[in-house]
């Protein structure tokens, strides 16, 4: 693991290697080599491991912790195609104690900036053959950007040793919208323009971006957010129904899906900034960051053309929600045609956060006077006979060491996204003020009309 002392695997990349561990889903020999620039021994990158546990959860006491924490090595001194520090030195020690058949797998919990150094570094250092890789978004910040990264990918690796992250794609409900679509006809019969009238994807946060403020600030919502998660999510809904659940098949659906995305329109794009934003340390008193984007995205074929994806994320917002909802289009005729209650649409949502599948249906209010309501029933994907939900990384990891590629992104799916975006960058709209708290700027609802957005 690249990058193994840094906020990402603190955070949730080794949390998420002792919640497999806790679930006994690792290999029955397995050793973590952790890599940085820093010097640190065994035992001290032990303790920083404990420490990301402590903080993060699952705690040390709730697992295996002596056995898992004795399969931990560290190498430090960087990685580099002139200096390979001291990785090739532990990697021996660790195929050692493994046996000399183990599979090596890369992980890059590194800033993009450095993934085409450490990928010639691989090549220059012997350890590619057989192996697997895995890369962090974004994976790329432009469509050159993006060419150049992965021509360097392609030339070191097979395809199918490349495994890039879009870590939205293991939320549980996320992958019920693939598997909840196909195991139910009804749900499967509205999913198109005859019964969808918008689909909408939410990612806000109530919080600000103090902790990665530079980072933030050099990169905004829009890249951050928008033409990652989000653009992923949306083709997860809008891809036609695969043959099967092979996770090629379920990859490249997905990626067809990408295919079909128009090109965004800068005018249907809205930029916002929290106020107060500026005071944060590490930002310029005239950052022009969006800390908010929303994006009408329209996608050209038979099953969507024409109805309107709607995407919106952003920073210190009305509420902390990630959501996918599918309106759905009033009766089109008979004596309740066009009706809605209150203004409020029939509409399928999948809530991300609390694993939740909600079905919000137009009924008849009970009493004398009668009129409409709209209810709800939600159904809990916790509470399910068996289940064992899992956070996004113990599903993305779990996947890896199997190689099990389906919730993972493909090059030809991340170049059409790519090139969705190329000519909105050179004509962004100008960014707004939004109060903290709100939903946006006022011109976000605009992209919404006709209709309006589900949240807020």
């Not at 889903?25 to 035992?43: A, M, N």
């Not at 993972?408 to 969705?420: E, I, K, N, S």
Request: net charge negative; glycine share 10%.
């Amino acid at each position: 693991m690249y990058g193994a002392t840094g906020d990402l695997a603190r955070r949730l990349v080794l949390p998420a290697f002792f919640e497999l561990a806790r679930q006994g889903l690792l290999p029955e020999q397995w050793r973590l080599v952790g890599s940085s620039r820093g010097q640190l021994t065994h035992e001290e990158f032990r303790g920083h491991v404990r420490e990301a546990l402590e903080e993060f959860g699952p705690q040390p006491g709730d697992g295996p912790w002596d056995d898992f924490s004795a399969r931990l090595l560290f190498a430090g001194g960087g990685f580099a195609s002139s200096d390979p520090g001291h990785l090739p030195e532990v990697l021996a020690q660790a195929r050692g104690e493994v046996g000399g058949d183990g599979r090596l797998v890369h992980y890059l919990a590194v800033p993009p900036g450095v993934f085409l150094d450490l990928t010639r570094a691989m090549a220059e250092h012997g350890l590619v053959e057989g192996a697997r890789v895995v890369y962090e978004k974004p994976y790329g910040t432009s469509l050159s950007s993006f060419e150049e990264l992965d021509a360097e990918v392609q030339r070191v690796f097979g395809e199918d040793q490349v495994y890039r992250i879009d870590h939205f794609l293991a939320f549980e409900a996320v992958q019920d919208v693939v598997h909840a679509r196909l195991a139910n006809p009804w749900l499967a019969a509205l999913w198109n323009r005859e019964h969808v009238a918008q689909v909408q994807i939410d990612i806000a946060e109530t919080l600000d971006v103090a902790q990665r403020a530079s980072f933030y600030d050099a990169t905004g919502a829009f890249l951050d957010m928008i033409v990652t998660h989000l653009f992923q999510m949306a083709a997860t809904v809008a891809m036609e129904p695969p043959a099967d659940l092979e996770p090629g098949t379920l990859q490249a659906a997905r990626d067809a899906a990408l295919q079909h995305f128009r090109a965004l329109d800068p005018a249907e794009v809205v930029l916002g900034q929290f106020e107060g934003y500026r005071e944060i340390d590490g930002v310029g008193d005239d950052s022009s960051t969006d800390t908010l984007a929303a994006a009408r995205l329209w996608i050209d074929d038979d099953r969507w053309r024409g109805v309107p994806f709607l995407l919106r994320s952003g920073k210190k917002m009305a509420a902390d929600e990630q959501r996918i909802t599918l309106v759905l289009r009033p009766v089109a005729d008979g004596p309740r045609a066009g009706e809605q209650a209150g203004g409020v649409p029939a509409a399928v949502s999948f809530d991300l956060l609390a694993d939740r599948v909600e079905v919000s249906l137009v009924l008849r209010r009970p009493g004398v006077e009668g009129g409409t309501a709209v209810g709800t029933a939600a159904v809990d994907l916790r509470g399910l006979d068996g289940a064992t939900p899992a956070l996004p990384y113990v599903h993305l990891i779990h996947h890896v060491l199997a190689g099990d590629r389906s919730l993972f992104t493909g090059v030809g799916g991340l170049r059409a996204a790519w090139t969705a975006v190329e000519g909105f960058s050179a004509h962004r709209p100008a960014v707004l003020p939004y109060r903290e708290g709100s939903w946006g700027p006022d011109d976000v609802d605009r992209l919404a009309e006709p209709g309006a957005w589900f949240l807020g």
